[in-house]
């Protein structure tokens, strides 16, 4: 299944038909297959489709809201508040006069609407559900697990609002908090809202809006992720996905993802010929909704650690951006609110890991820090700038491999402390080492410079020119690129 560059006719009345028994968790999978095949085939008919199922996410909550109290409200016009709609086809006004029809059908059916949501099963036998729509119920494709408190989401189907059990065909609506989804096949998601996204089967999904982080065990690659402007196709990877206006963003964490995109398709082409670009760990990608790619340079992940005050951790870096303009380029920057602790991940598209030289463990005044992870193939990028926006005055400090000739930027302006940090490059493909001190290969220098304003910090290349330059000849650069720590300077003293 592909992304089509073109939107064929399609019928109408027969989407209507699957989508609603669809909502009613009676449509077979044959059914589900032939609903996915339409939706694949045509925007129109997934602005449609989108219309439909958010209307009947909205008059579930109006019959769900009359068993509770018949006085109340049967409609919770906050559903999508948070969900942008427009550029769908998703019509307001007709939404709500959609609504306002189911609140007077509650009030003036009373208990004829609540026997119509105690006995859905019904609905078949009064050919609410049209003959010719099969009935089969559909297999259960994954689970969710609530990640923060009280998470609110909808199936789209009678009664399963914060229902865990997901099945083939239904779109989720996750309009609060963070879940986990688990998929029968081993494959993980983790959603934050606001989010609309289809489950078309256990290895295929179709992401409308919002943003979801993927990660695909051995034997479960395949796994796809659908977006109006792209379709990623996993081969053992971890990876985020996120949809916004028509626009979507793909970072790739571990391992390697295809990418198939509007702008690679030419009419008559099979699907396996759409395929754009690998993606590699370490990159990231913005697809436009026109097809064109571009560079995401930051990437810093929801997270669901709190401070005491209970909000979630902010970190005291806003921004990093660099002086790379190749467009063949991908490498993107990882910010971790204190995220630097032994084990950490020192690199985007390596699986080295910082930590402490002795069992004694690293510098105290690094655990805790805002962490950039750079990407280890920036090591010899030649007249190289990182630039680090920081929201307040803090102390910067630069872990350089010792066999890099210290750069003149680093000496005019930092302080080496004569403090060390160890690498854990994990050669030969063994495992990591276990805590401080266990399996070091490398021992970092580490410098320090205090910035008493918030504002944008500078930092250099990866060692000296003439080192930049004999290494780009040879064949092993035989060093690593350096690693950044952010501490505020209340924490730091």
């Known amino acids: ?28 999978e044959g059914g589900v297959q032939e609903l996915s095949s339409i939706l694949s085939s045509s925007a129109e008919a997934r602005s449609e489709y989108y219309r439909l199922v958010s209307v009947h996410s909205e008059l579930e ?78 297999a259960l494709v994954c689970r969710i697990t609530p990640l923060t408190k009280q998470p609110e989401w909808t199936l789209g189907r009678i009664g399963v609002a914060n229902k865990d059990e997901v099945l083939q065909g239904d779109t989720l609506f996750l309009k609060g908090g963070a879940v986990k989804l688990d998929f029968t096949s081993g494959t993980s998601a983790v959603l934050n809202s606001p989010l609309v996204m289809q489950i078309v089967s256990v290895d295929r999904v179709r992401l409308m809006e919002g943003g979801m982080k993927v990660d695909v065990p051995k034997g479960a690659e395949g796994f796809r992720v659908e977006s109006d402007s792209a379709e990623i196709v996993d081969l053992g990877t971890s990876f985020s996905v996120n949809v916004n206006d028509g626009d979507t963003n793909l970072v790739v964490f571990d391992g390697e993802v295809d990418l198939k995109s509007i702008n690679a398709h030419r009419s008559g082409e099979p699907a396996d010929d759409w395929v754009v670009k690998r993606f590699v760990a370490g990159e990231a990608v913005l697809i436009s909704k026109e ?34 303009k190749r467009n063949d380029f991908f490498g993107f920057y990882e910010i971790i609110p204190r ?116 504002g944008a910090v500078t930092l250099g290349p990866n060692g000296t020119e003439g080192y930049i330059r004999n290494r780009k000849l040879g064949q092993w650069a035989m060093s690593n690129m350096y690693g950044i720590v952010v501490v505020p300077l209340d924490d730091a003293k």
């Open 339 to 454: 995220g630097m602790h032994e084990e950490a991940f020192a690199f985007v598209d390596r699986v080295h890991e910082w930590n402490g030289v002795t069992a004694d463990g690293m510098p105290s005044y690094l655990i805790g820090g805002d962490l950039v992870k750079t990407f280890n193939s920036d090591k010899l990028t030649d007249e190289l700038k990182i630039i680090l926006e920081l929201a307040e005055p803090s102390a910067v400090y630069i872990l350089l491999d010792p066999r890099v000739p210290t750069p003149e930027w680093l000496m005019t302006t930092f302080e080496n402390t004569g403090d060390l940090v160890g690498l854990d490059e994990n050669r030969d493909g063994k495992q990591n080492g276990i805590g401080p001190g266990d399996n070091i290969d490398r021992e970092f220098s580490v410098w320090r410079c205090e910035y008493p304003n918030a």
């Open 291 to 324: 097809g064109t790619l571009s560079r995401i340079v930051q990437v810093q992940q929801p997270t669901l650690d709190h401070g005491e005050d209970g909000a979630p951790l902010q970190s005291v870096i806003t921004s990093v951006r660099d002086s790379i």
């Open 1 to 28: 299944m592909g992304v089509p560059s073109t939107t064929p006719e399609f019928n109408s009345q027969r989407l209507q038909d699957l989508t609603l028994a669809k909502c009613y968790e009676s449509l077979s």
């Open 61 to 138: 909550i109006g019959l769900r809201s009359s068993e509770e109290n018949y006085h109340e409200s049967c409609f919770d016009s906050s559903l999508l508040s948070d969900i942008r709609t427009e550029h769908r086809g998703v019509s307001t006004r007709n939404l709500w006069q959609l609504c306002t029809a189911a609140c007077l059908l509650v009030a003036i059916g009373g208990a004829s609407v609540m026997w119509w949501y105690q006995e859905p099963a019904n609905l078949a036998n009064n050919n609410s559900i049209p003959p010719d729509v099969p009935v089969t119920p559909v």
